[in-house]
């Protein structure tokens, strides 16, 4: 199973970096598959720690990929790291094995504290529309835009069913980084 996450993880000069990821789990066993070159990547390398932040605050998954990481950070309550201030819950891990790939390495996991910060009561359509939505932003050099834009053009029935300010303002973001896109590779 993947579950959408946000992972903070920081440098050895106590810079956080904030990113959304899949994050594969498997029973009590977590599985983060970071693209090279990423900060990401470097950090866990770095450091060894990372935290995975559950939120429902769409905003934080569409804001990460459209330039907005300056999200409130309070410190970890047992590794040396950082979790987002609006997580719903927080697990803290450490590296305890690594499957080095040129591309995109396995880095295995283990939890050393799980906290419940306040209750999940689902995501609603919009929130999916732009979970997904963020995800193909993240495959725009990956994707031909005719698949990107009819997915787009699918989620979007959704959102406009059921978005809140919140998801029509992430929704927004990531709708003007397809447009950025699409001028760049026309020009």
């Known amino acids: 199973m993947i579950q959408e996450t946000i992972v903070t993880t920081q440098n050895s000069s106590g810079a956080a970096h904030i990113a959304p990821m899949g994050i594969h789990v498997n029973g009590d066993d977590f599985i983060i598959l970071p693209f090279r070159p990423s900060t990401t990547l470097n950090n866990l390398l770095e450091s060894k720690t990372a935290v995975f932040n559950y939120c429902d605050d769409v905003r934080v998954f569409a804001g990460c990929l459209t330039g907005r990481r300056d999200w409130p950070l309070k410190s970890a309550e047992i590794i040396n790291g950082k979790v987002l201030c609006c997580a719903l819950a927080h697990t803290e891990v ?22 419940n910060h306040a ?12 979970l997904e939505a963020a995800i193909l932003i993240s495959r725009l050099n990956r994707l031909p835009m005719e698949k990107i834009e009819s997915e ?12 809140g300010d919140r998801e029509l303002e992430a929704w927004g973001w990531l709708m003007a980084i397809i447009e950025k896109f699409k001028a760049k590779v026309k020009a």
């Open 119 to 130: 209750p999940f009561k689902g995501f609603n359509r919009a929130q999916y529309s732009v």
């Open 152 to 163: 787009i053009d699918y989620l979007r029935i959704g959102l406009e069913k059921t978005a």
């Open 94 to 115: 450490e590296i305890v094995r690594i499957e080095d790939d040129p591309v995109r390495p396995k880095l295995f996991c283990k939890a050393v504290h799980t906290v």
